[in-house]
């Protein structure tokens, strides 16, 4: 499997274990020595916990958000919560897990008909 996958799970995984130690205030920390910058959020809750605690000169926008377009036209730095990462990287390591199967599925499939044509027609190909 490709590098990408096996670190994305790994992440997944070191975020899972690490709840509580500070990731959100880390992230917070960089956020406000930076001005006009984007906080990505994986939910509204977390959007309303994020403004309480940032500095005024952040905007917040959630996963959700970005995915009706909330970026476009932005020129600012973006800086993603350990959540939104987290739940960025699960939701691309299930599709991946998902077409696995389908291609393997799909496999299956095509042995099976290669297996059914060279029984009912002989040999594909050999001629």
């Known amino acids: 499997m490709n590098d990408s996958y096996n670190i994305a799970k790994e992440l997944?995984?070191?975020f899972d274990v690490t709840r509580g130690v500070g990731h959100t205030t880390a992230m917070l920390d960089g956020a406000d020595r930076t001005e006009n910058c984007l906080v990505v959020t994986h939910a509204k809750a977390a959007e309303s916990l994020i403004k309480r605690t940032a500095d005024q000169k952040e905007e917040v926008v959630t996963l959700g958000e970005i995915g009706q377009g909330a970026l476009r036209g932005r020129n600012h730095p973006l800086v993603l919560?350990?959540?939104a990462t987290r739940t960025l990287l699960s939701g691309l390591i299930s599709t991946?897990?998902?077409l696995q199967k389908n291609n393997a599925d799909m496999?299956?499939?095509i042995?099976?008909?290669k297996t059914v044509l060279n029984t009912t027609f002989?040999?594909?190909g050999s001629q």
């Open 12 to 14: 997944v995984a070191y």
């Open 81 to 83: 919560d350990n959540a």
């Open 96 to 98: 991946i897990v998902v």
């Open 107 to 109: 496999a299956d499939r």
């Open 111 to 113: 042995r099976l008909a």
């Open 122 to 124: 002989g040999p594909m």
